[in-house]
């Protein structure tokens, strides 16, 4: 089992625990609320839920189209499984530099001031 693998199923495990504290949490907000703590607005949270959601859309598209374009980059000494495992590594690569550049970019424009 990949290390990749038992992250996914941690996180999995987590959601599955973290569901049967739904309860207790709203109760802890309403709690806050009362006596005029701070707490973060769920506005927030959906806002947060949408771009989780997004960006696993962006990275699953964006996986798919950019699968075949890069097997033709690669060069033709790689076959079989070094092939694929060369394909993930630049396809992986690629997708973190676009992503954490627009992250970066998109972050200077909304919180520069």
Do not use: Q
């Amino acid at each position: 089992m990949t290390s990749e693998k038992i992250f996914k199923w941690v996180c999995f495990a987590l959601i599955g625990i973290l569901i049967f504290c739904l309860k207790g949490f709203l109760n802890f907000r309403s709690f806050c609320e009362a006596k005029g703590y701070y707490f973060f607005p769920s506005d927030s949270l959906v806002w947060c839920g949408v771009g989780f959601c997004s960006i696993f859309i962006i990275k699953y598209t964006y996986y798919t189209t950019m699968r075949k374009p890069i097997e033709k980059i690669i060069h033709s000494r790689y076959i079989g499984e070094e092939r694929i495992k060369k394909r993930e590594m630049v396809l992986k690569l690629s997708y973190d530099t676009v992503f954490y550049s627009l992250t970066t970019i998109t972050a200077f424009i909304l919180f520069r001031n």
